[in-house]
């Protein structure tokens, strides 16, 4: 079993950049794909990223690509979410997940354990 704490969301104004990073207990992390979700307020969880357990093959969501990096520090038992040129629309819960299989994608029932989630607001 792990467990997902995230750090690191907050205010930011639209255009600016944020670093969100979620930290896991035990000595397993290395055997989890991770990935990040967001939950806008009114609506259905959705897929950001994902990682493979060894840091390869990041996969995106379309409303993301290009502005948003995921990375992993397996020594740390840590996966970072870098997010650059924000947007209003990323205002949201953002919540990092961890996954047995070794490529999940952006469905949520493919992630075991789950994070409570840090806010982010993206301001005018």
């Known amino acids: 079993q792990v467990q997902l704490v995230e750090s690191g969301g907050g205010l930011v104004q639209a255009g600016g950049s944020l670093r969100l990073s979620c930290a896991a207990s035990?000595?397993?992390?290395?055997?989890?794909?991770m990935g990040w979700f967001r939950q806008a307020p009114g609506k259905e969880r959705t897929f950001v990223a994902r990682?493979?357990?060894?840091?390869?093959?990041?996969f995106y969501a379309d409303s993301v690509k290009g502005r948003f990096t995921i990375s992993r520090d397996n020594a740390k038992n840590t996966v970072y979410l870098q997010m650059n040129s924000l947007k209003l629309e990323d205002t949201a819960v953002y919540y990092c997940?961890?996954?047995?299989?070794?490529?999940?994608?952006?469905?949520?029932?493919?992630?075991?354990?789950w994070g409570q989630g840090t806010q982010v607001t993206v301001s005018s």
């Open positions: 997940a961890a996954a047995r299989a070794t490529f999940p994608r952006e469905r949520d029932y493919e992630y075991d354990y």
């Open positions: 035990g000595r397993t992390f290395s055997t989890y794909a």
């Open positions: 990682i493979t357990r060894s840091g390869t093959a990041p």
